[in-house]
């Protein structure tokens, strides 16, 4: 049973920042490309961030500059680290493994004064 457990998500001021940590359990974690994704009301859901098993990373342009994405193998763990937040930032932000195999529950990012 692959389970993908988020936290660190919540309320920020434009201009702040966050760090995202999605927990892997039950895989071989070091085997599987992982990403971020995030989905605005309205809107269609987005790849932000994506790692591969060889730590190649990719992102999109929007938040390119701003974000990073990282993994730790030992813990099991998928990290995106959001600096200069913006409004256009606001979303529920999604780990996934594999490319869409597993995912996280979601959790809310607000960027809000």
């Known amino acids: 049973q692959v389970q993908l457990v988020e936290s660190g998500g919540g309320l920020v001021q434009p201009g702040g920042s966050l760090k995202l940590s999605c927990v892997a359990s039950?895989?071989?974690?070091?085997?599987?490309?992982m990403g971020w994704y995030r989905q605005a009301p309205g809107k269609q859901r987005e790849l932000v961030a994506s790692i591969t098993r060889g730590y190649s990373t990719n992102y999109a342009d929007s938040v390119k500059g701003r974000f990073t994405i990282s993994r730790d193998n030992a813990k099991k763990t998928v990290y995106l680290q959001m600096n200069s937040l913006k409004t256009e930032d606001t979303a529920v932000y999604y780990c996934?493994?594999?490319?869409?195999?597993?995912w996280g529950q979601g959790m809310q990012v607000t960027v809000s004064a």
């Open positions: 996934s493994q594999g490319s869409g195999l597993y």
């Open positions: 039950g895989s071989i974690f070091s085997l599987y490309a």
